[in-house]
């Protein structure tokens, strides 16, 4: 039995109050992308994993976002942050752990690209490279398919408030305006691009101050929230599914880890926030609410907690004696057929 | 049968295309009401309506980059860049995206993009309207590149083109927009994407080229038969897939090989066939390869005697073939 | 006699309250743009200038925003409509006919460009080039440059509003923003990309509603008001030298020709706005001013008119006398030395 | 003398230009504090301040863009572009601008400015932080183009390419940074841009490479002269200009060349170098003008077993060459 099999896939709709059952399956969401990420980064530091990249800190703006899309039908194109987002979509534990590994069984590339360039037709989580924003456009242009065909699915994207510089941006965010296409930029400030802060990267203190510049609303939120997140995106798909057009959210989040294992963000970041940072952390903020609404319980906790503990275990053990892509492999998918 | 120009046949193909498959646009600058500023679409938006044939902002990236988005959700996108020239804003988008989609998703998606593109020069477009830009696109591995030179071939490429699975740069070469006529029958016909052709067959040398070139390689091979000299004239038609076979079938045939183009010399397309050419058909080569290409200047200037001075003629040709038949 | 030699270099400064004869200086930039403007149109109709490429409708955007700037101290990198911008800066009639005529005088680009492609290092108006919006990013660069050497000199691009959809457009303003570069923007929005209406470029009325996008001001101001787009602009200038960083500045204007001379607006144009074009002319709007108020009388504005008609026509003649560039040059300037 | 590795030979020739001129400046993303993500930069914010080295937005358009208009005013900037592979947002101002400043102003203006970027795989950095992007830059008129092997000629390049009046693409091949070690001088030189090197000589074969292929190269070399066979090694250190005369003249005396690079093979730069051999030095070719080059694949993968599969390694260089040597 793997996790995916306690997804209650009908959970994940547009309802306005959320049950304490859905609340409780956004933690687990929450809880279930920290354990994953946190695995992948033992299994970086015991050599097993070349290169994590993480989404702790983001958790709760992903999983706020996502629980307002329809799996199956809306397009989510996330970033490399996103693994909270694939999960709520509908990749399971075992697929992400394949990613970590290179493994030829996994989903988004066969092993190709670097872990969390996620990727599934089958889950409309669309391919993703690592040049930053081209996504945006993409994005764009699935809404604007969907509204040359008639359709009504949305198409979710999301990167950082340092690809928020990016000429595609720009370019994509005033297309989807002049054509009032059902998308939705999320901007996820975590307040450095790497080692450039904010203020090297804007001269305005929130990337929302775009949307109006461009015609469409710019929602800035707090995205440590994930109810917050939850419902000015759920606005948004309303919005998007309506034909009114186009959101930019900015979710403001943190950026608990260095950028990447390749990272050392104490060469650059004061020492006093990185010991600030926990106090943001989106899931003990999220298990506070729900323990003090009396929606999740001790003995609730930790079974949830096993639970996952045990899904992470088995994923990771899966995926690490999945075989490798064969090297006859390199020349295809090229072209088609 | 119709004699038509290449243009024509180019619009044809598209409306065609369109009127089978309601999944097919356009995106692009002045492609509406204007019909584009060749006025290759000219007509298909009161046709087909401002849904299909859709005026762009003036941003090439997202043009081509929301082309692929739109191919990723089921529709046939084909991206209008104005001038070959201003593709360069959509580079990353192109060699980056649409080209490794389906490399980079081990297959999962693909992106069935056309992306045309008015190119060369001998128009009196000067350095910003007048380029060549086969060589930075043919190096991309994902990416289809074609340029044809003849009404038949254009309208049968443009199809293959939108039919493709893949990416296809849909190369137009600008002047033989209303110069080039032919013949174009009236039923529905694909020419194959990734097959040459030869032109002219001959015996003693094999001239290769594509789009204007062609052309002026047909008149120089007429010259050069008047010499005596037998000229096998190749039309590439695609340069990605490249028809390998047929250039190294002429060549193992003739001995001795000339490739034009207009392109800069240096690191141009022409460097590829002259490689492969002399690692396939060493044995059977009576003479150097040779290449005949524009200067290495950063493009083509705008007045006439050095736009002449740029351009490759069908008289630097006749000189070029009767050095090699020489040899 | 050319005419650049009546052209008092002091007129051009910062003052506040412009002298009678400074706004008479103003009204012949204007007139003689016009004049060149118009001669150009008759040569391409007569077949001796294959391209043609107008300024009509925008002299009053460009001469006031260039009467605010010092020539030969400060760069501007104006687009192929900056006719009457080069002309401000001292490019003389006969500079500019060398080019019209691709002649290997022409200082621009010695005839290797298409005509209306300006520039002049000693005038500092920065070579240009087709693909729109790249000089955009050189005037940020400019700023920069001109910050890192401690210098007061001023950046001043302009570019049409469909320009302004240009990744280059949002990265250049957002570099300058962040470092408060001395660079003026000046978006010269005559509601048409070629045939592409504004409606279609972009879902906001003004262009300057950006400029807060980048925590710039951003300042619409009506480009057919010679004295208010100099105002404007004289603020802005001041507000950069200051070191107080840069401004975006739309100057509404009409597009009195089509797009070029390979262009034919009638196809995408309604014909009451085509009538109506001539009822926003920048030139007869000041002239009226200049009457109203007793600055010029018709003796003045006749001799003026005589004047630049005599320099048009003298500039045309030399420039079609003037030797075409020998071939042997074309592979000359690739690179230096 | 010390023996340092390329990096620090990077860093140290940037440093003491910076030293010497108040116009040398960088702008990049993270080279600031952060000293750049391979701490190519590292310590020199600390020593010229944050107004000369630079923490830019995330926006390779503008980070060429501004550069080039900072080299317009009168400095000398630096632009770093964080990987090559994200190169490609400023492909329209590197070569619609930065190369043609100078032609299109007939000599007017000119760009002295250098874009390093870290390039190539062999690291693990999968599809899109591995890339070789010559072939698209080596075609541009206009602009020059080099590529150091060693830590000598990384300093004394890299001083040139800063002192040139033109843009310079400096290619960094991100394996050898640590890897590659060697003496540099103490005292102030300059190696010039344009001229190859050989690195190995010999009379049988001329094998012909840059940058990290070089030292595979060379290794190859050393297990072909056990087999008796005699390879003289070309280390072409610049592309752009390419020292055509020393390739020719290596092969004049060889009568074989093989090419190497890891970037892909069809239209790759070693077409160009197979086309100029061929069109130059025919009557001196014993043997076809080989390649061998990565595959025809959008990009090297991230998983060893396909990463290894894609790069030229000694071994394979070994076999080609035995196979050209039995020819
Ligand atoms: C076009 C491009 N340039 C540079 C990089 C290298 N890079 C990877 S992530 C990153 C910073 C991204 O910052 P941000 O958008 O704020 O996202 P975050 O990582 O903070 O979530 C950079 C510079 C890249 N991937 N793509
Ligand atoms: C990158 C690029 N794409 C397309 C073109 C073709 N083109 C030339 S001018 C123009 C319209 C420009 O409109 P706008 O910026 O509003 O300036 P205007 O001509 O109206 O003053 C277009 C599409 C170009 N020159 N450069
Ligand atoms: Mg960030
Ligand atoms: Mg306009």
């Known amino acids: 039995m793997t996790l995916s099999d306690h997804i209650s896939y009908a959970l994940v709709d547009e309802q306005d109050e959320l049950s304490s059952d859905t609340l409780r399956e956004m933690y687990r969401y929450m809880l279930l992308a920290r354990a994953l990420d946190e695995r992948m980064w033992l299994l ?33 194109l996330p970033y490399y942050r996103g693994l909270a987002t694939v999960l709520v979509m509908g990749m399971t534990p075992l697929e992400v752990m394949l990613g970590v590994f290179a493994r030829a069984a996994d989903p988004s590339s066969g092993g190709r690209q670097m872990p969390a360039h996620y990727g599934s037709r089958r889950l409309k989580i669309v391919t993703q490279s690592s040049p930053v924003g081209t996504q945006i456009a993409h994005a764009a242009g699935i809404g604007l398919a969907e509204k040359i065909r008639g359709g009504d699915a949305v198409a979710w994207t999301s990167f ?57 609303p710019g929602i800035s939120v707090d995205g440590t929230d994930v109810l917050a997140t939850y419902e000015v995106t759920r606005r948004a798909v309303e919005r998007a599914r309506r034909g009114d057009g186009p959101t930019l959210i900015e979710a403001r989040v943190v950026r608990m880890t260095a950028h990447s294992s390749d990272d050392n963000d104490r060469t650059y970041r004061p020492s006093s926030e990185l010991q600030a940072l926990k106090q943001h952390d989106p899931v003990a903020r999220f298990r506070g609410y729900l323990r003090e609404h009396g929606i999740l319980d001790e003995v609730q906790e930790r079974e949830l907690r096993e639970q996952i503990g045990h899904a992470v275990n088995e994923a990771t053990e899966q995926a690490e004696r999945a075989p490798m892509a064969d090297p006859e492999t390199l020349l295809e998918h090229v072209f088609a057929g | 049968m119709a004699e038509i120009n290449l243009l024509e046949a180019i619009r044809q193909g598209i409306d065609e295309m369109m009127a089978h498959d309601p999944g097919v646009f356009i995106l692009g600058e002045d492609v509406g009401k204007r019909g584009g500023v060749f006025r290759v679409t000219e007509g298909l938006m009161d046709k087909y309506g401002a849904q299909r044939v859709i005026d762009s902002p003036l941003a090439e990236s997202v043009i081509v980059g929301a082309c692929i988005g739109a191919a990723l959700n089921d529709t046939r996108p084909i991206a209008e860049i104005q001038f070959a020239d201003f593709i360069h804003p959509a580079f990353n988008q192109i060699v980056s995206e649409a080209a490794r989609m389906r490399y980079r998703s081990n297959g999962d998606w693909g992106v069935p993009l056309v992306i045309r593109a008015p190119y060369g020069g001998g128009i009196h477009g000067a350095l910003y309207h007048s380029q060549s830009i086969e060589a930075f696109f043919a190096h991309v591995p994902g990416l289809k590149v074609v340029a044809p030179s003849t009404p038949y071939d254009a309208k049968g490429l443009i199809k293959s083109a939108i039919e493709d699975p893949d990416p296809v740069l849909f190369l137009e070469h600008k002047k033989t927009y209303r110069l080039i006529k032919g013949q174009v029958p009236d039923h529905d016909y694909r020419v194959p994407i990734g097959k040459a052709e030869v032109k002219r067959p001959g015996d003693d040398i094999t001239l290769i080229a594509y789009g204007l070139m062609l052309h002026f390689c047909l ?30 079938g002429s060549v193992r045939k003739t001995g001795k090989a000339l490739v034009v183009h207009e392109d800069n010399l240096t690191g141009g397309f022409g460097g590829e066939i002259s490689a492969l050419i002399s690692e396939h058909a060493f044995e059977h080569l009576d003479g150097p390869v040779m290449r005949l290409a524009g200067p290495d200047v950063p493009a083509m200037p705008f007045a006439k005697p050095l736009e002449d001075a740029f351009m490759p003629s069908p008289e630097k040709i006749v000189a070029a073939l009767r050095k090699l038949a020489a040899y």
Chains 1, 3 share one sequence.
Do not use: W
């Not at chain 1, 990016?166 to 994509?172: I, L, P, S, V, Y």
């Not at chain 1, 296409?181 to 929130?206: D, H």
């Not at chain 2, 008047?226 to 096998?232: A, F, L, M, Q, Y």
């Open chain 1, 160 to 216: 950082g408030e340092g690809t928020s510089s990016q000429g595609d941006f720009h370019e994509a965010l005033n297309l989807a305006a002049v054509h009032n296409l059902p998308v939705i930029f999320q901007c996820e400030n975590n307040e450095y691009a790497i080692s450039v802060p904010q203020r090297m990267q804007m001269a305005v203190t929130s990337v929302a101050d775009r949307g109006p510049a461009y015609g469409m």
């Open chain 1, 44 to 76: 970086n530091r015991a050599g097993k994993a070349p290169f994590v990249i993480s989404c702790q800190g983001h958790e709760a703006a992903q999983v706020g976002a996502a629980f307002a899309l329809q799996r199956g039908k809306d397009f989510t």
């Open chain 2, 219 to 248: 008149e120089a091979a007429q010259v050069l038969a008047g010499d005596g000299v037998s000229v096998e004239v190749l039309d590439l038609r695609s340069l990605r897939p490249l028809d390998t076979e047929a250039i190294l």
